[in-house]
Structures are given as C-alpha cells and as structure tokens.
C-alpha cells in the first residue's frame, strides 16, 4: 500500500458519501474546518497541553483513529485541488513537542484553507510526518488504521447515520 492507493481509497469513499447525501455545492472549506476539529481531537486524546490534569493519554488505538480521521481529511482536500502527485509518505525524524506541533499544524491548515496552493498543502503533510513520529505511528500502523475507518465509513453511511 503506497499514498497513491490512499488517494484512490479516499476518491470512491468521497464519491459514496456524496452521493449518498446528495452533495453538489464544493465542500472544500467544510472539509478544511473538519480537519481543524479532527486535529484538535487528536490533541485532546493525547493531553499532551492538560498541565492541569495527572490523568494519562488516551490508548494508542484511540488516538491512532483519530490520526487517521486527520488523513482522511487531508487526503480529501488535496483530491479536490488535484494535489495527489505525492509518492512518499513523510518520514521526519525530529523529537518535538507535542504542542508545539499542534500549533504548528494548526496554522499550516489555516493557511491552507485561506490560500490553498500545492507547497502549503505539502506543509500540511510534513506537518503530520512529525506529529506521526511523535506519536511512534510508523506508515504501516497508519496504513492499517486507514483502511479501518474507510471501511467504517462506508458502514456508517450504509446505516443512515
Ligand atoms: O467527505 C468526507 C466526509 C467524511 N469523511 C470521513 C473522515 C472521517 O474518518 C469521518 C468523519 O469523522 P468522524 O468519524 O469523527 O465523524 P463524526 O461525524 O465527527 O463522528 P462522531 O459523531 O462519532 O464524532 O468521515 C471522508 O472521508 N470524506
């Protein structure tokens, strides 16, 4: 499995879904706010800024799904601009902060949606190859974790959710 198949997965499940709740307005901005809140999600699953709380993480599998919510999205908006002719999957080695990053990804998806060209796409994903690596996803786990929300979806739109 490469990004390429991720992108190919992505286009029939975004096709489904369309089609199945009649969708003919351009979804761009709704896409770009959902990967706001799916990257908050993810923050708060990992309660990596919770200074106040003793409490621990979410389990992995927990916050590996809401990763994956993350690239969904992010596969999604880069169909819709025609920004697909990526090989690699981001593979940056760098120990950061978790906050950091956030904030970091959290800017680049805004600057994104206001001014949406390839290079600032591109910084969305760099942005999740470190937060990837922070959190020890390697592309396997991420890959896996993948085809089991897309398949998921698929069930939730099957089931009139
Ligand atoms: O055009 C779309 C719209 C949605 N999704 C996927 C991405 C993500 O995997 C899921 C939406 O996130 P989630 O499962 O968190 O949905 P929700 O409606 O926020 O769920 P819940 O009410 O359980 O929080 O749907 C797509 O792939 N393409």
Known sequence: MNLQQLFTMQQELDDFIEQTQNIQQDVFQEKG??????LAELA?????FKFWSTKGPSAREV????YVDSIHFILSLG??????SIEKWPVVEENRDLTAIFLE?????????????KERYLAI???????AYNLSFTFEDVVGA????NQENY?????GY
């Open 44 to 48: 708060n699953e990992t309660r990596c």
């Open 79 to 84: 169909l819709l601009k025609g920004y697909t």
């Open 155 to 159: 069930q939730r739109q099957r089931s």
């Open 63 to 66: 916050i590996l799904e809401e």
């Open 125 to 131: 994903w760099q942005c999740y190859g470190v937060l």
């Open 105 to 117: 990804t959290q800017s680049a998806i805004l600057t994104f949606i206001q001014q949406p060209t």
């Open 33 to 38: 706010l959902a990967l706001m809140v799916e």
């Open 146 to 149: 993948y085809i089991e929300k």
